[in-house]
């Protein structure tokens, strides 16, 4: 199997989204215009005539050259529109670069690993509820909880308005608590991140606002291959106390019920946020991360 490691400046666009429109795997995360947001020095392995591909979101640092997994980018690993089987992933991931001597990445569901040589494993959780039944039945299977938050939200007279203006999401995260990691650079990604996706139409914002008509939550889905990624849910004080989010991602579900869509809520790990996911009905779905450090004494001491 001849996969070829191609640098950025030689990939052909048009071939790689066909490839991603194409795959049973297919997630917007993998689309050039996502990649060239987060990882604007993104590389590819591409077996074929853009048969299979794996995005390489590369840096280099202290004439280091390693491998990350860009903010707001929960999955990447390798796309098909063929079976992804172990043989395929091993290739795909002996096929990486030597040069590249830290790796942290994040494989996508399909891409299923138990031990892979040279790199530590470790699985995740990603909630996703298939939106394609009826909202009454997807409700029916909402957990008491998150129905007593709706139901709170409601009687504070909560309202949720699609269709914000980009401003007023970032003068909410600037009023309320930093999102963890968060640093000013990914403000910028998430401010070109909503105007691409509102640009090609993949994109839905969604707000909500007490009843003195004042932003309190924000909620963002970026939507490709039938999938709608929960990219960035954020409230604040009053918002969190009201119910807000609850409300929102009801609004979301009932908006885009009946469809053919799955909303992936992008974890997570933590588990009062995992309850939250967990309380629309969602159901658990493994990823892996992999690691591998390569780096040379002492500089692997300080990454371990």
């Known amino acids: 199997m001849e996969i070829k490691y191609i640098k950025q400046a030689e990939i052909d666009i048009d071939r790689w989204d066909n490839c991603i429109s194409k795959s049973i795997n297919g997630i917007v995360y993998a689309y050039s215009w996502y990649l060239d947001i987060v990882s604007p020095n993104w590389d590819a392995l591409i077996y074929g005539d853009y048969e299979t591909v794996m995005p390489l979101t590369q840096n280099n640092k202290y004439s280091v050259s390693y491998l990350y997994q860009p903010f707001f980018t929960q999955q990447l690993g390798i796309f098909s529109s063929n079976k992804i089987d172990n043989v395929l992933i091993h290739s795909f991931l002996e096929a990486i670069p030597k040069k590249f001597r830290f790796i942290e990445i994040n494989l996508n569901k399909y891409n299923r690993v138990e031990e892979l040589n040279g790199y530590s494993v470790k699985k995740n959780t990603t909630y996703e509820l298939d939106l394609i039944d009826s909202y009454e039945n997807i409700f029916r299977k909402y957990k008491k909880n998150n129905i007593r938050n709706i139901r709170k939200a409601i009687h504070n007279k909560i309202s949720i308005t699609k269709g914000l203006s980009p401003n007023v999401v970032f003068d909410l995260i600037k009023s309320s608590n930093k999102i963890p990691g968060m640093k000013d650079m990914h403000t910028t990604i998430l401010q070109q991140l909503i105007d691409s996706a509102l640009h090609y139409q993949s994109g839905h914002l969604y707000g909500a606002y007490n009843e003195k008509n004042t932003l309190c939550a924000v909620g963002f889905f970026v939507y490709a291959n039938n999938k709608a990624c929960f990219i960035l ?16 991602v009801d609004e979301f579900i009932k908006d885009f019920s009946n469809r053919n869509i799955i909303l992936d ?21 493994n990823y892996s991360s992999i690691r591998a450090n390569k780096l040379p004494f002492p500089i692997k001491l300080l990454k371990n």
């Open 265 to 285: 809520f992008e974890g997570s790990n933590i588990d009062s946020i995992a309850r939250f996911y967990r309380g629309f009905g969602a159901n658990p779905f």
């Open 233 to 248: 849910s954020v409230s604040n004080m009053e918002g969190k106390e009201q119910g807000a989010m609850f409300l929102l």
